[in-house]
């Protein structure tokens, strides 16, 4: 019999309560290697939800397993193998890209021969290898984020999770950091990554969630949203494609709408 | 109605923003605290008449002669180097944070109206921040010897409108010298040791002359009476018109004002010049390349603490505010090396100082590496078990005080190997007592927030005043009676476990 492997997240009625429910009862389940987008209007419960999954909150109910390991349970383990981005980059300043790549090295407890030849290819693929050496104070949004982004690969994990990451960055940047994502999951990572530009969603990501009020509203390819929505959703949200086949905004429009409207 | 655009509006304008800041400042952020501040001050204004009741009220009916003259120059003068050390800090702030730079750049009014207004404010807001200080010390002269006195009030005003001239001067000074990219960082250290110098000066002085940390007696020595000026001398003016004398008085606020409207003059057409100039710099990319980087760290603990020196060694902020404490570190350096040539009891006096120093740094460097965490987030998520990363942070600091106080500690095992062990331990305790604080009250906060820290809870920065004094006066006890320390002791303990009970985190 083949062991069945085990999936990357897989998250069971996931519950954290702020002064209401930011996440209610959420199930979520994210194969190894795959490129998972969630979407979901603002105050949805998407940053949230990241941020247990990251280890950064502790939720009031519900399970996380990473890779298999159970995150509550065991979050040194879970953290060794997650990688976590946020649309602001985690950066220091006063230190230079390659001086950063390395305290994450340190921390993560990477081999330090191993760290160093990651980090070169890192900050090559990136286009910051001229400026391994200054200090980041001075750099764009781009370059930080894209610093941001090194230190998350520079110890190789297994599931990356990504909260807006190209929130202000440029074209050139958004492009670069989309390139080494996909390169990424084409190598096997997993990522799980949150975005308000739904085209990149559309593009990128091999399944899509929907998440509203906290809860998971809907998933699947485009095709399988679009079908979940039905085909009057491009009319019953206003959308003005001639083709006759909803865009994923009318599709997202659409599956958000519906809770509201069942609540 | 005020017409737009007039150097009134612009003073409007800006004395509405620096009051809101201030309350802001005050109240960190909360305007329900607004009431008990208010109620703070009030309490702080009559303990500091009772203190200026004792401490100059005797003086209030002191002749005016050169002894007195001596005396109420020297006050004046420590007293303007404290100004223009923060009238340097303000306006290299005003010169580098660009908030509303682009705003009144780009509008059609008459921008060096503004500036003009924005450097007057520096001179109101550097005699208005003496005066709570000065203020009861002023009010006890008057009462009890006079309305003479009254004429220190003036001087107030003119030396803090002297001080802002001289910082405009010394700063822009500055600009043309080393450029922009630097003056931020040498303008800090350059109004750090302003501050602390003439103190440090005269205690130096008192040491090498007569082995006593005490400046008084310099002042009355007479070496310096006899090379003070004459009694009719200019250099005595501000003294006689602290004592009333309207004549000096009139001289000396109107020679300040001059100084300001030359600097007013001469800077407020250049400030936005200058102050793009700053937020050019602040983008310009990094001049000098690093070397490269060899990756060396095998372990959490290592880079974490590696990280941690990195950036304390390379926050200008931090230099400036860490350069001052460690100034007044030289005095007590100095008495150790008399110590070593005469031997004696001079050593008594090092221990607090020392133990002082030490809790003091800590505190500040302890917010820096625990609350000051740039990358709260991704250090969260690093695969450590909960606590290893405090624990790491606080290696970095407690490292760092050994390494300052350690050489200390062993030169005065030569000449007390007893003081040497009280101190050690003081300065352990101290440091360990303001690091907890640190930790107790610890929020997130970007470390460019430094200066605001005190601000964030009240609580926190007067207990880890308190300890640091506590601890000080149990080690200077300890040196000389263990028994009798057991008091001061236990009090600081108290003051520790109030604090520990009034943090946020008592049950974390």
């Known amino acids: 019999m083949i062991p069945v492997p085990s999936p990357a997240l897989e998250v069971r009625n996931l519950v954290k309560r702020f002064d209401r429910p930011a996440v209610d009862g959420l199930d979520l389940v994210v194969r190894s290697g795959e490129f998972y987008a969630l979407l979901g209007p603002n105050g949805a419960g998407k940053t949230t939800t990241l941020r247990m999954i990251a280890g950064l909150l502790r939720p009031d109910a519900g399970s996380i397993r990473v890779t298999g390991i159970d995150a509550l349970a065991d979050p040194v383990a879970a953290k060794r193998v997650v990688a976590w981005i946020s649309d602001e980059p985690m950066i220091y300043d006063k230190l230079t890209p390659e001086e950063y790549l390395e305290f994450i090295a340190g921390l993560w407890s990477v081999e330090p021969e191993l760290a160093q030849a990651r980090a070169q290819e890192l900050l090559e693929w990136l286009g910051l290898a001229a400026h391994a050496r200054e200090r980041c104070e001075t750099f764009s949004k781009g370059m930080r984020q894209k610093v941001a982004l090194a230190g998350a690969l520079v110890h190789d994990p297994r599931l990356i999770i990504l909260d807006e990451p190209l929130t202000g960055l440029d074209a050139g940047s958004a492009r670069q950091v989309k390139s080494v994502l996909r390169e990424r999951a084409r190598a096997g990572g997993t990522i799980i990554m949150t975005t308000h530009i739904l085209e990149v969603a559309e593009r990128m990501a091999d399944r899509i969630g929907v998440i509203a009020h906290g809860r998971l509203v809907a998933e699947g390819t485009l095709d399988e949203l679009r079908q979940q929505v039905g085909n009057g959703a491009n009319a019953a949200i206003g959308g003005d494609d001639a083709s006759g086949e909803a865009s994923l905004e009318d599709t997202f429009l659409a599956l958000v709408a519906q809770p509201a409207q069942a609540a | ?508």
């Not at chain 2, 602390?196 to 205690?203: K, T, W």
């Not at chain 2, 740039?374 to 407690?398: H, N, Q, S, Y």
């Open chain 2, 1 to 508: 109605m005020i017409q737009a655009g007039t150097a009134v509006w612009f003073a409007r304008h800006e004395s509405r923003l620096a009051w809101r800041d201030w309350l802001s400042m005050m109240t960190a952020g909360r305007r329900a605290r607004a009431r008990g501040v208010a109620i703070g001050f009030v309490a702080f204004i009559i303990f500091m008449h009772v203190v200026a009741y004792f401490v100059v009220g005797p003086s209030a009916t002191a002749a005016p002669d050169k002894h007195t003259m001596i005396t109420i120059t020297a006050t004046l003068l420590l007293a303007w180097l404290l100004m223009i050390s923060q009238a340097m800090e303000s306006m290299t702030r005003a010169f580098y944070a660009r908030a509303d730079l682009d705003l009144i750049l780009a509008s059609p009014t008459a921008a060096h109206k503004l500036f003009a207004i924005r450097i007057s404010t520096v001179a109101l807001t550097v005699a208005a921040m003496a005066l709570p200080l000065a203020g009861p010390f002023i009010d006890m002269l008057i009462w009890r010897g006079g309305i003479r006195w009254l004429g220190a009030y003036g001087i107030i005003v003119a030396m803090g409108t002297a001080a802002a001239a001289l910082a405009v001067a010394l700063t822009v000074a500055l600009f043309r010298a080393i450029g922009p990219k630097r003056t931020r960082l040498v303008a800090q250290v350059v109004a750090a040791v302003i501050g602390a110098a003439f103190v440090i000066g005269l205690q130096v002085a008192a040491i090498l002359s007569y082995g006593t940390l005490s400046q008084a007696s310099v002042l009355r020595s007479d070496g310096l009476f006899a090379l003070a000026p004459d009694a009719g001398s200019v250099f005595w003016w501000p003294a006689h018109a602290v004592l009333g004398e309207i004549g000096p008085l009139a001289g000396v606020l109107i020679f300040s004002f001059v100084l300001l409207a030359i600097a007013v003059a001469l800077v407020a057409p250049r400030f936005g010049e200058y102050a793009v100039a700053a937020a050019g710099a602040e983008n310009a990319p990094t001049s000098r390349a690093q070397r490269r980087t060899i990756f060396r760290i095998t372990s959490p603990r290592r880079a974490l603490r590696r990280k941690e020196w990195i950036l304390l060694r390379r926050d200008p902020w931090l230099v400036s505010q860490t350069l001052m404490q460690m100034l007044y570190l030289v005095p007590p350096a100095i008495l150790l090396w008399r110590s070593f040539q005469a031997g004696g009891g001079a050593v008594n006096l090092l221990v607090p100082v020392l133990v002082m120093a030490a809790g003091q740094l800590s505190g500040g460097l302890a917010w820096l590496t625990i609350s000051g965490e740039d990358a709260p987030d991704l250090v969260a998520t690093a695969p450590v078990p909960a606590g290893f990363i405090l624990r790491a942070k606080i290696e970095a600091v407690l490292g760092i005080i050994a390494v300052i106080f350690a050489p200390l500690v062993a030169a005065l095992a030569i000449v007390s190997p007893w003081h040497a062990l009280v101190t050690g331990l003081g300065v352990v305790i101290a440091a360990a007592s303001a690091t907890a604080i640190q930790l107790w009250f610890r929020t997130q906060a970007k470390r460019s927030q430094f200066r605001r820290r005190q601000v964030s809870s009240r609580v926190a920065t007067f207990a880890e005043a308190f300890s640091s004094i506590g601890w000080a006066a149990t080690a200077a006890v300890a040196a000389v009676s263990l028994w009798l320390a057991i008091a001061p002791a236990v009090f600081t303990l108290a003051l520790l476990g109030g604090a520990r009970y009034l943090s946020p985190r008592k049950h974390a």
